[in-house]
C-alpha cells in the first residue's frame, strides 16, 4: 500500500471542503499514520468511518485524553456517558494528567442523572 503523505493545515482546511467518501477516508488514514488524530476526526466524519471513530474514542478514553474525547463529540454530535467520563478521568490520573483527569471528572459530575 502506498504512503499517503499528510497536508499541511491549510490544504487540510480546504480538502475537508471538497472531499467525501473513499478520498476523506485516504486523508483520515494518512493523519492517523502520521500521529494526527485530531486532524483525522473530520474526515473520518465525512467518511463516515464509525468503526475508526470509535476506535478514536475508545483511544481517548483509555489514555486520558479529554481535549480529543471533546473533539469527537463536536464532530460526531455523540455524547459522553458518565462512565466513559469516569474511566478517561482514571486513565488520566493514572497517566500523570492531573488537569485532564480533573477536566474528566467534573465532566462525569455534569453527565449524572
Do not use: N
Amino acid at each position: 500500500m502506498a504512503k499517503h503523505k499528510v497536508p499541511d493545515p491549510l490544504k487540510l482546511r480546504h480538502l475537508l471542503e471538497s472531499q467525501s467518501g473513499a478520498a476523506a477516508g485516504r486523508t483520515a488514514e494518512a493523519c492517523l499514520a502520521a500521529g494526527q488524530t485530531i486532524d483525522a476526526i473530520e474526515f473520518l466524519v465525512l467518511a463516515d468511518e464509525t468503526e475508526k471513530l470509535e476506535a478514536v474514542r475508545q483511544d481517548a478514553i483509555s489514555s486520558g485524553d479529554v481535549f480529543l474525547l471533546r473533539a469527537l463529540v463536536r464532530a460526531t454530535g455523540v455524547a459522553v456517558e458518565t462512565e466513559q467520563w469516569q474511566a478517561t478521568a482514571e486513565a488520566a490520573e493514572a497517566a500523570g494528567k492531573l488537569h485532564y483527569a480533573a477536566d474528566a471528572r467534573r465532566l462525569a459530575e455534569s453527565t449524572r442523572d
